[in-house]
Nanobody, 121 residues
Framework: QVQLVESGGGSVQVGGSLRLSCAVF????????MGWFRQAPGKEREGVAT???????SYADSVKGRFTISQDNAKNTLYLQMNSLKPEDTAMYYC???????????????WGQGTQVTVSS
């Protein structure tokens, strides 16, 4: 079992930055592929970025060049550095993990409770 706890959300103005964190508890070896997802009110949940145990990353086109996903294995923590934030980045952000390769995961097994990000103009 893996437990995920997100933190770092908040309110920021357009162009600002935030760093989200996701602490991983439990069987950390089952968190090989990790990702950030977001869901805005009235919209479907969408993938933001993923990273695997080898450090390979992928990003949604909407955040490329602005967001950076990273992990600190010593601290069992996943991060999402978000720069140049836009109003359309406003959403609940969720951390997710799975023991399988990011290339085959279609539905993540473990999810956090989410942290709210609000970008205002």
């Amino acid at each position: 079992q893996v437990q995920l706890v997100e933190s770092g959300g908040g309110s920021v103005q357009v162009g600002g930055s935030l760093r989200l964190s996701c602490a991983v508890f439990g069987d950390t070896y089952s968190a090989y592929c990790m990702g950030w997802f977001r869901q805005a009110p009235g919209k479907e949940r969408e993938g933001v970025a993923t990273i695997d145990g080898d450090g390979n990353t992928s990003y949604a086109d909407s955040v490329k060049g602005r967001f950076t996903i990273s992990q600190d294995n010593a601290k069992n923590t996943l991060y999402l550095q978000m720069n140049s934030l836009k109003p359309e980045d406003t959403a609940m952000y969720y951390c997710a993990a799975d023991w399988r390769s990011c290339q085959v995961v279609t539905k993540f097994t473990y999810w956090g409770q989410g942290t709210q990000v609000t970008v205002s103009s």
